[in-house]
């Protein structure tokens, strides 16, 4: 990854693993998951937070496991821990993988990230973390703040938090939502966050394929064993693909012969079924 050019997150699973226990370092990445996220925020208690930035520096710093991108949580950048993560990460200038930052309250924030990883010639990309209220109602300035920005992350539980609400479907529909809104807008992937309870794979499943449906194309791991569950939420079936080919093959014809419509099982096929066919087929890659 250079500086001019940052990857959008490809991913159906972020694992977290709390940064201090690199002991699980290993174990996370060879899960499954598209991508292992060592978090220095809430899995780190105050006192821990110098040891665990010294093991979450040297797990970015080091090799990417095949298939699993490297990503570190730091702390807010509006705390102090937040700006020691920063510097630390600054002094070491790892060549790729990316940094999720929680708490994103605007646009500012993730430019000021931006300009000093570009300073420093650092070529990390940027998950943002939108968790506040404030976040969420400048989520689409957020979005589309850095071309460093690689995906935006759903943080329910903070946000339920603030709101003073449950974490259920229907209190963070309208949130969810707003997020998904300002992603797609912004042309980057929307991750969601975990699903709590883990041993509930059912649940997870459930919840999975509701915020897919929704627009989501990711979702938060906390454990392992989620890891296969959320996977398969976002990878579309053997059925869907072959459909979603069928109707780019049948769209494809019908553009040559300077149709630009066709029909298929007697249905017609128009641009916005194409790109969501499109979107299947990239989903299945």
């Known amino acids: 990854m250079?500086?001019?050019d940052h990857t959008?997150?490809?991913?159906?699973?972020?694992?977290?693993?709390?940064?201090?226990?690199?002991?699980?370092?290993?174990?996370a990445a060879a899960s499954g998951a598209d991508a292992v996220c060592v978090d220095l925020e809430d899995a780190v208690p105050p006192d821990a937070k110098d040891g665990a930035r010294e093991e979450a520096v040297r797990f970015l710093t080091a090799p990417a496991a095949a298939g699993c991108q490297s990503v570190v949580r730091i702390n807010s950048v509006r705390t102090e821990s937040g700006l020691r993560d920063v510097l630390a990460i600054l002094e070491v200038r790892p060549g790729g993988g990316f940094i999720a930052v929680p708490k994103i309250d605007s646009a500012e924030e993730v430019q000021w990230i931006d300009q000093l990883l570009t300073s420093a010639g650092v070529g990390?990309?940027?998950?943002?973390?939108?968790?506040?209220?404030?976040?969420?109602?400048?989520a689409t300035a957020i979005a589309a703040a850095s071309p460093r920005i690689a995906a935006i992350m759903f943080g329910g539980l903070d946000l339920a938090a603030e709101l003073g609400s449950s974490?259920?479907?229907?209190?963070?529909?309208?949130?969810?939502?707003?997020?998904?809104?300002?992603?797609?807008?912004?042309?980057?992937?929307a991750i969601d966050m975990p699903f709590v309870d883990v041993g509930d794979p059912d649940g997870c499943a459930g919840e999975a394929r509701r915020v897919q449906g929704l627009g989501f194309s990711a979702k938060m791991a906390i454990h392992p064993t989620q890891v296969p569950v959320i996977n398969a939420a976002f990878s579309p079936t053997d059925e869907e693909v072959s459909q979603a080919r069928r109707v780019i093959a049948a769209l494809d014809e019908a553009n040559a012969a300077s149709a630009g419509v066709a029909l298929l099982d007697g249905r017609m096929i128009e641009r916005p079924v194409a790109l969501a066919m499109r979107r299947v087929l990239a989903r299945a890659r």
């Open 2 to 4: 250079t500086e001019a």
């Open 8 to 27: 959008k997150a490809g991913w159906r699973s972020l694992l977290f693993v709390p940064a201090t226990r690199p002991d699980r370092f290993a174990k």
């Open 124 to 138: 990390l990309g940027i998950v943002a973390q939108i968790e506040t209220l404030r976040g969420i109602e400048n």
């Open 167 to 189: 974490v259920t479907w229907d209190a963070l529909f309208r949130s969810r939502a707003r997020v998904v809104h300002a992603s797609a807008l912004a042309g980057v992937p």
